[in-house]
């Protein structure tokens, strides 16, 4: 499976210590529409979903989003893959998939009022990142059931890069996988693992703001991104780290 995170911009106030471009929370470059339509209409085919993504995308003028949501479903389905930090702007017939990683992000209590607030169906993403494995993971799950419109929730892995390595081994994941598949309670959204946990292959890619293709590599375990060409898309492959890969599962 490929994936693209179309990066519409670095900026973002959040600045969260395990962002990947925390360096990059001030660029306020932002992607042009033209280049991504150019883009698009030579490589969307190679890629199995597409995210809009950041940085965080909301900060953008409403026209932007819509100009940038519209290439890419002229080309593709996809998923609004940010935060939104304001509601000014809703696209309907879209479904958000918002980062939330509890004590894991500044702001916090912001993010879960504009949560329990949000106007449409949304999916969470949760990064399990050393702070998060702190709660349990019914507690976990339990607090998500207290959102009205939430539809799922995605558990994906941490890992380390320049800014943050902490170490996570396969048991830990291990163990916290099991007892959410293990859970006995009665949910209103569903739950899944991010597909890497289970060794299938996912090889993600990104489209900077500047234009540029990159793929996601891990360089003795440390997540970077490597400018390639787009005839090398599908070809370059993502070698995640073991710890990642629970083939027991």
Same mark, same amino acid.
């Given at each position: ?46 890629? @199995?979903? !597409? $995210? ?16 940038? $949501? ?34 894991? +992000? ?29 709660? $349990? ?48 309670? @009665?949910? @209103? ?33 440390? +997540? ?11 070809? !370059? ?8 890969? !629970?083939?027991?599962?």
């Amino acid at each position: 499976m490929n994936i693209l995170s179309i990066i519409t911009t670095y900026s973002c106030p959040f600045k969260c210590p395990f962002c990947y471009y925390k360096d990059k929370c001030s660029d306020n470059a932002v992607l042009d529409v033209k280049i991504l339509d150019k883009f698009l209409n030579k490589n969307a085919s190679k890629f @199995n979903k !597409i $995210y809009i993504s950041g940085g965080e995308p909301s900060l953008l003028p409403q026209s932007y989003i819509e100009q940038v $949501y519209k290439t890419v479903t002229n080309y593709s389905n996809t998923e609004i893959k940010a935060f939104p930090i304001s509601n000014s702007f809703i696209l309907p017939g879209v479904t958000y998939n918002i980062s939330y990683d509890f004590i894991a +992000r500044p702001r916090v209590r912001e993010s879960w009022i504009k949560l329990l607030d949000f106007p449409q169906p949304f999916n969470v993403t949760v990064t399990l990142s050393p702070l998060v494995f702190k709660y $349990y993971p019914n507690k976990i799950l339990q607090t998500f059931n207290m959102l009205k419109n939430i539809k799922q929730v995605e558990f994906k892995p941490y890992f380390k890069h320049a800014f943050s390595q902490f170490e996570i081994k396969s048991s830990d994941y291990r163990r916290f996988i099991e007892c959410v598949e293990e859970s006995k309670l @009665n949910l @209103n959204y569903q739950v899944k693992f991010d597909d890497i946990f289970y060794g299938r292959e996912v090889n993600e890619y990104t489209l900077s703001p500047g234009g540029k293709v990159n793929a996601v590599q891990f360089l003795k375990d440390i +997540r970077v991104e490597t400018e390639i060409s787009e005839n090398e898309i599908g070809e !370059i492959k993502t070698n995640y780290p073991d710890n990642i890969l !629970i083939w027991e599962i």
